[in-house]
């Protein structure tokens, strides 16, 4: 003999039910083909459904998750930010100003071959672009690693490339191009076949700083290797960094100087060297 559930009558406006139907559909908790409140309190009940306060994310955490999608989109990872922003825009307690910096974030997505590099990266595929110099020569690279950098107050996409031609850098990486992202061709990115590297190509380079940037120095984790006073040079910070581009570095030395020396290897210091006798000259 079958045993029968016992019933509740629940009082509620006609809005509030036409509220629960709709939960209840999206649940996929039906009565045949319409939606059934009855079970929708039975899977609540049961926890098969968790009930949670709806409102109760602090302006802290908010403002977190939209400095992760500004970090995010400078980093290239462009679909994550998205999926965050998406988050946001479900919360009723986002505050209007923060709103509006995310819809107008969603109205301004990066075109449609940035989202392409971007996904390129992420999956580790290597592909093809066509690139235009300053002089508005037209470029191919194959690219098997990419990462997209901001050097001084651009944005660049720093790449191994099978290519070295025309590359000015020291053998060690003439495969590493570092290439400003508003001249790259929207037509023709493409993927290939083929090894994704790992990283570009680096070599190690040590620099002794001294004066008041040896004490104001803080250890850049990716590139540092060996960050310590010497003890034989009172106030002489070592350090030994590994590099990708002699030209980026180049330009941080002498931005620095003369509180730093680069010590090795001997191709990047005479680099550096003719640049400062370069610049000497043409005050004499």
């Known amino acids: 003999m079958s045993r029968k559930g016992q019933s509740i009558t629940l009082s509620i406006s006609e809005r509030d039910k036409a509220q629960l139907e709709e939960i209840a559909l999206k649940f996929g908790i039906l009565w045949g083909d319409r939606p059934n409140i009855s079970k929708l309190v039975e899977a609540i009940a049961r926890q098969q459904l968790a009930i949670a306060p709806n409102h109760d994310w602090s302006t802290n955490r908010l403002e977190a998750l939209v400095q992760s999608v500004r970090t995010l989109t400078d980093a290239g990872k462009s679909e994550e930010a998205l999926a965050i922003a998406d988050l946001l ?94 001249r790259i061709t929207e037509a023709a990115i493409l993927p290939i076949k083929g090894e994704w590297h790992s990283t570009l190509a680096q070599i190690e380079v040590e620099m002794h700083i001294v004066g008041g940037l040896a004490f104001a120095y803080q250890t850049k984790t990716n590139e540092d290797i060996v960050n310590e006073w010497l003890e034989d040079k009172q106030g002489v910070r070592r350090v030994v960094k590994l590099i990708s581009n002699t030209y980026w570095f180049t330009r941080y030395v002498l931005q620095n100087a003369p509180d730093i020396v680069v010590v090795s290897p001997e191709s990047v210091r005479d680099r550096i060297k003719q640049k400062l006798q370069t610049s000497y000259s043409l005050y004499f």
């Open 89 to 182: 825009l479900e919360r009723s307690e986002l505050s209007i100003p923060l709103r509006s910096q995310i819809e107008r974030f969603k109205e301004n997505l990066p075109p449609e071959w940035r989202l392409k590099i971007d996904n390129y990266r992420l999956r580790n595929q290597p592909f093809q672009l066509s690139y235009q110099d300053a002089t508005g020569k037209t470029w191919s690279f194959t690219v098997r690693h990419a990462q997209i950098n901001r050097h001084e107050r651009g944005e660049y996409l720093d790449c191994w490339c099978e290519e070295t031609e025309g590359n000015l850098d020291i053998s060690e990486l003439t495969n590493n191009w570092s290439l400003r992202l508003d």
